[in-house]
């Protein structure tokens, strides 16, 4: 009697895929911050499969094929969503973004005349027109006034930033000459536009002789037009290398300091809006001053929004 041999059963069909999770499931950010999103793929069998073909899409920012998600600039609730490549199975993460206070800071690491970095400047030359460019090199932005008084070496970053704003940079000088008013220049909420500057210009003389001063004007518009709100003079308001000035402006108050230190203050409801920035003054009244730009500078600098 032969036997009869029984053929094994069919292997199981491969299991097929029933839900696409994306992770995180919700995710809080600053505004243009970025955050990784997953997938995964919930399988008929009970398990699940890494990685699965996925489409993304997003609101609120731009996402990259492998789920990596840049916030905009705007806040509000927006969505991450995944969908099963060549299917209909989709997730979706709630985003929620908040606005984050701004802030900009550079070593200068370029060789720009005018300064650019990548359109995040505009300058008193090209854009003012009736004031005059900002340079750098490696490591240092000078100014490029060369002529009439009052046409600063001015930039001020772009965009949109709030009222509340704070700015920094590190001096650098050498061969100082007192009759030469070699000044270096912090702006807050400020614009530059053809033949028009306004906001706040906080300056300081690279001095450290009894001519030395520091100063806070407003610039009301055209070529010229400024109001001088604080200055004091004495060696301790100049600068030398490596001295870090600083200014702030919160509501309606400016203060200016020096290593940390205050050297004044002062309180103006003009201007309410307006963006940071830098400048260099050069006055060449006795003569001998020209050419002298590059002997001052700032050597890195940093802006904020301030709550």
């Not at 806040?75 to 979706?92: E, K, M, N, Y």
């Not at 490596?242 to 050297?263: F, P």
């Not at 260099?280 to 301030?306: I, R, V």
Request: glycine share 12%; charged share 10%; hydrophobic share 35%.
């Amino acid at each position: 009697m032969n036997s009869v041999v029984v053929p094994p059963p069919p292997p199981p069909p491969p299991p097929t895929v029933t839900a696409i999770v994306v992770t995180p499931p919700t995710a809080n950010l600053l505004t243009t911050a970025t955050q990784q999103f997953t997938a995964t793929a919930t399988l008929s069998n009970g398990g699940t499969q890494t990685n699965p073909a996925v489409t993304w899409a997003a609101t609120g920012g731009t996402i990259t094929t492998g789920g990596l998600y840049t916030a905009g600039l705007l806040a509000g609730p927006f969505r991450v969503i995944a969908t099963q490549s060549g299917g209909t199975l989709a997730d979706t993460s709630a985003v929620t973004l908040a606005v984050g206070l701004r802030t900009y800071t550079t070593l200068f690491p370029l060789i720009e005349n005018p300064i650019s970095e990548a359109g995040k400047w505009v300058n008193g030359g090209t854009t003012g027109l009736d004031w005059t460019n900002v340079s750098t090199t490696p490591g240092l932005a000078i100014g490029h006034q060369i002529g009439p008084s009052f046409t600063d070496g001015t930039a001020i970053l772009t965009g949109t930033w709030g009222a509340n704003q704070e700015a920094s940079a590190t001096v650098f000088s050498v061969n100082q000459r007192d009759q030469c008013f070699q000044e270096v220049e912090l702006r807050l909420r400020s614009t530059m536009t053809a033949h028009n500057s306004t906001g706040y210009e906080i300056g300081y003389k690279t001095s450290q002789t009894s001519q030395a001063y520091f100063f806070i004007v407003r610039w009301n518009g055209a070529l010229g037009d400024f109001t001088t709100l604080v200055q004091n003079f004495g060696a301790a308001f100049g600068v030398k290398t490596g001295d870090v000035i600083r200014a702030t402006v919160i509501g309606n108050t400016i203060i200016a300091y020096k290593n940390g230190v205050e050297l004044g203050r002062v309180t103006d409801n003009t201007f309410t809006s307006g963006n940071p920035g830098i400048g260099f003054n050069l006055g060449d009244q006795s003569g001998g001053c020209a050419g002298s730009n590059p002997d001052y500078g700032l050597t890195n600098f940093t802006a904020s929004e301030l709550p």
